[in-house]
């Protein structure tokens, strides 16, 4: 297959750079969501990411509001005292009122209020109602109609036009919330969402059109060198391994070095984070590579908090095993090595039959009686207290992937999120990230426009459909070699740019700029107009399989012989690499100080005078 490149524009509407200074001292930023120093799924990860770069164009003037929580308070939250007097006659009315704080800042004349979500709509709407001189800002990450909707098994994106909204809200006994999340997006001065697809949900449930997608980021921990990001994933995926020996013990007749690690993670919504379909996709993916007689082996984790009372028996046995074995293979091989250094010190070759006496084999007879079991490995990690009625096990049921020796694909259900501080799976989430090799994430949750990951195309597609190119995926990365997964790798890691909060901050930049000069259009002046069809990230794409090269230079790893049968296919690293950087635009530079003209597309141009 040769390598096939085409440039692509993301579905992102481009804006233009801000060469001009913003002012900003003499406004201030609340941001305020359910989620602030609360783990609850996904808008923590946002919000957490995206604190530095707005502390850092804000500083003292950014606020984030959330729920006290007092067990979060312990280890996420600095209490600090407030030097401003206006600010603490306001934080000392809140206390004597029952609320709490942890804040500092001075109180500036022009205030922007950021909200997320439909829980902090409230405080929103009121701020309207009470025509409270503040700018407001409303992002949904996914409205609250439509989680009901995909979660009640109906064919979501291809009937949008289609919902009585409030018969569905009132079938679901969510007609309140579901007034007020449409409350918010009403009244605020600029209504957001995550991404295009959740814009369009947005515009038939809320009845609205989002002003600007904002779409989520990441603070991108780039390498001085490639084989730095290719040792961390070889570290991780040791972990992940020794995890497996542990929970397959018994049943190990696979090979790991021909085992891919798949993950799908997040809140436990089954069918709104696609865990359905991803099963679905798993079965079928099983009978592909049974009947294509593959010698790979997929491992695929489901990470949802789910209700447990405790972790599951035979799991603790199985990694109380596997590091029995590890400490009879330290005694075993502590006691050869002695004999072979004491042959060795009288000037003799060591005669191998002596090597191991009856009581060495005695030790790792038993060792290997312990593996013994007469049961498959389990598929849950957890006892689950509703495992009957539990979607994931259910479905596991129904497909009848069970973990035999006979499937290629394999199932673990971890109904907890990661933590290193686990006896079990002692892993961060972003260290097993970077140990697996595919994961999945719902498209309307980070948009379209991720690069080196496969899109799974639901508009306008039958869920059997979805299934069958979701299987198509999966089956075509099981048949790359670990070469290819290799390249496509690194030019992922080069690509991750355009991931990072640096570059995809500037739409949060821009949604503040627009509600500020809606607010305040005295002082702030928004110039609406269209971006240009040209704007937007372009950057190179590659083909969903990418060829195995024969040739390759300085950054690309070591290939084996048996991957040198495509004598004709010739990838330049470095070449490749070139052609990245030439399409990559360089991070984002945080605005100063200064006022501009806004346009819809987050041009500036400087004021020609001062307002007064």
């Given amino acids: 297959m040769p390598l096939a490149r085409s440039l692509s524009v993301t579905s992102l509407s481009g804006l233009d750079e801000w060469d001009e200074e913003f002012e900003l ?6 941001e305020i969501a359910w989620e602030v120093a609360n783990k609850v799924g996904g808008i923590y990860t946002v919000i957490q990411t995206k604190a530095r770069m707005t502390a850092e164009e804000w500083g003292e003037n950014y606020f984030l509001v959330g729920p006290y929580v007092e067990s979060n308070v312990r ?4 209490l600090i005292e407030p030097t401003n007097p206006v600010l603490k006659r306001t934080i000392d009315k809140m206390n004597a009122s029952g609320c709490k704080y942890a804040a500092q800042s001075e109180e500036p004349p022009h205030i922007v209020a950021h909200f997320h979500e439909w829980l902090a709509g409230l405080g929103l709407v009121l701020c309207r109602q009470r025509q409270l001189p503040v700018a407001t800002i409303f992002t949904t990450h996914a409205t609250l109609l439509g989680r009901y909707l995909c979660a009640g098994n109906v064919d ?11 018969k569905e809200a009132g079938d679901r006994q969510i007609y309140h919330r579901y007034c007020l999340e449409r409350a918010a997006a009403h009244c605020t001065h600029v209504f957001t969402t995550v991404s295009q697809i959740t814009a369009i949900e947005a515009e038939y449930l809320l009845k609205r059109k989002p002003d600007i997608v904002t779409p989520n980021g990441l603070n991108v921990k780039k390498f001085s060198a490639m084989h730095e990001f290719q040792n961390l994933h070889a570290q991780s995926k040791s972990r992940i391994q020794e995890f497996v020996r542990g929970h397959f013990y018994g049943n190990l007749d696979f090979n790991l070095d021909k085992c891919l690690f798949l993950f799908i993670a997040g809140r ?16 079928r993916l099983n009978y592909l590579l049974r009947v294509n007689h593959s010698d790979v082996t997929v491992i695929a984790f489901f990470i949802m908090p789910a209700r447990t009372n405790n972790f599951n028996v035979e799991t603790l046995k199985g990694q109380a095993v596997r590091k029995q074995l590890w400490d009879t ?14 042959s060795l010190l009288v000037g003799q070759l060591p005669d191998v039959s002596k090597m191991l006496d009856k009581e060495d084999f005695t030790i790792m007879k038993r060792a290997i009686f312990a593996t013994q079991r007469q049961c498959q490995p389990p598929v849950c990690t957890h006892n689950m207290l509703e495992d009957s009625s539990d979607p994931i096990l259910n479905c596991v049921r129904r497909i009848g992937l ?8 394999k199932i673990i259900f971890h109904p907890e999120f990661l933590s290193s501080t686990s006896p079990l799976l002692p892993m961060d989430y972003e260290e097993f990230v970077r140990g697996c090799h595919l994961g999945q994430t719902p498209l309307r949750m980070v948009g379209t426009f991720i690069h080196c990951i496969y899109i799974l195309d639901r508009r306008y597609k039958g869920v059997d459909e979805s299934c069958n190119q979701l299987t198509s995926f999966l089956f075509q990365f099981c048949k790359q070699s670990r070469r290819q997964r290799i390249i496509q790798r690194n030019r992922t890691e080069r690509l991750s740019d355009l991931l990072d909060w640096r570059y995809l901050g500037r ?24 971006p240009s069809s040209a704007s937007g990230f372009r950057y190179p794409r590659p083909a969903s399989v990418p060829p195995s090269p024969a040739l390759s230079r300085h950054s690309s790893p070591h290939h084996s012989e048996a991957e040198d049968n495509d004598e004709d296919e010739r990838y330049d690293e470095e070449l490749e690499a070139e052609k990245d950087r030439v399409n990559i635009r360089q991070p984002y530079t945080m605005p100063v100080k200064g006022k501009v003209i806004l346009g819809a597309n987050g041009s500036g141009e400087e004021e020609a005078s001062e307002k007064n």
Wanted: proline share 2%; net charge negative.
């Fill in 329 to 342: 293979a330290q005694t075993v091989k502590e006691r050869f090595g002695k004999k072979l250094y004491e």
């Fill in 268 to 283: 436990y919504e089954f069918s709104n984070k696609g865990a359905d379909i991803f099963l679905e996709a798993l079965a």
């Fill in 25 to 30: 001292e003499d406004a201030v930023l609340f």
């Fill in 402 to 409: 069970f973990n035999s020796s006979a499937d290629r694909v």
């Fill in 75 to 78: 280890t996420q939250v600095e």
């Fill in 507 to 530: 739409y949060y930049i821009a949604a503040r700029h627009m509600a500020l000069a809606k607010a305040f259009p005295d002082t702030f002046i928004y110039d609406p107009h269209e």
């Fill in 156 to 166: 979501f994106y291809n009937n949008l036009a289609e919902f009585n909204v409030d």
